[in-house]
């Protein structure tokens, strides 16, 4: 929370620079208007500067020093008296600012017994003007002082409550982001994960049976080659839910080797098994990858290997028979730019009955989140997916 700039200038830590500048304004009170008559006032107010000075780290001695110096002054006959008066003042306001109780009154009534005793020959008869006087000279500053701290205590306190207060709130965001995360979780666990792993012991026992069955009977190599690329489809997909799960649990406390859906330095890797994996079904897909990508952080990476599978998945199914794909990721000026185009919607994409699918509000989601841009819609051939991923010289790791 910002301090407002009144406040700053009555903080403990400039006392000094406070102090200085009622020097700076003495100096020139007496160079130019009521300058000194003779050595011994110049020396007095020299005296008067000196405690001035020493006020910034001593105040409360300063201000004991200025009072004795104060009568001195009045029983030499000085001039100099109404400045030594204002500079005891003043040094009396930054002791109120400074502090409080015992040392406070002890300097405030040093400072009004001085005046009393400057005055003495008027007393009694001139008591009222003594008595307005010690209330001019040490009452004001005490009180402008005293208001002065307690002002800015109270808006200290108040700020520290305001931080407590957000502290609280973003603890209570954190603590509701937890749970929802853990209730997420414990649903994928339950129902995805469950179903997942049951598809991928079905086939396991479908490849065991078609197996066995070749041994007498001939058995089509593609229904073979179907099935073990669904089972081993499926295991993947099972082991990132499970990573998925990990990191929904325990986010800070996650293993990097369990919990990144994409390890450090694999993103190469990952987007040539999506291509294979896309080849697989039937789609012919052109991939140039920019090495650059590797060094890309978690997040984008992810983001990247997510748009590449959404957008070849979707040419897969809805380019037709025969469709071609192509796939590009550069990294230009430290944005990347991830593109699939196909060359096949334009006879045969057509809705898909049913209710349509998230993929295309997870890609512009995940896009927004990193602050960048995704374009998808028809192109002059076929389908195109258009993304850019902006700001990464400050994520990019270091060249080896």
Known sequence: MNRPRVELAFDRRFATLRILALAGVLVGYSLLLQRPSGARD???????????????????????????????????????????????????????VQQ????????????????????????????????????????????????VRVTRDAALQAREYANQQELRAEQRLLAARAAERTTIARELHDLVAHHVSSMVLRVGVARHVTATAGTTATTDPRITEVLDDLHASAGAALTDLRRLVTVLRAPDRTNPDIGSLVAPGALLAALGSV??????????????????????????????????????????????????AELAVRVVEDVVHVTVHDDGAGKTRTPAPGPSGHGLIGMRERVDLLGGRLDVGPAAQGWRLSAELPSLGSHMEPQL
């Open 42 to 96: 110049w020396g007095l107010a020299a005296a008067g500067l000196v405690l001035c000075l020493v006020a910034g780290r001593w105040v409360f001695g300063a201000l004991l020093a200025q009072s004795g110096l104060l009568v001195v002054a009045h029983a030499l006959g000085s001039d100099t008296v109404s400045s030594l008066k204002v500079l005891a003042a003043v040094t009396l306001f930054e002791l109120a």
């Open 275 to 324: 291509v294979e994996h896309s080849r697989q079904t039937g789609l012919t897909v052109t991939a140039c990858v920019d090495p650059l990508v590797a060094r890309l952080d978690a997040v984008r990476g992810l983001a990247v290997l997510r748009l590449a599978q959404e957008g070849l998945a979707n040419a897969a199914k809805h380019g037709g028979p025969g469709a071609r």
């Open 100 to 147: 409080s109780g015992r040392r406070l009154a002890a300097g405030a009534t040093v400072l009004a017994l001085t005046i009393a005793v400057n005055r003495f020959e008027e007393l009694p008869g001139g008591s009222l003007p003594v008595l307005y006087k010690m209330c001019i000279v040490a009452g004001a500053p005490l009180l402008m002082g005293s208001y």
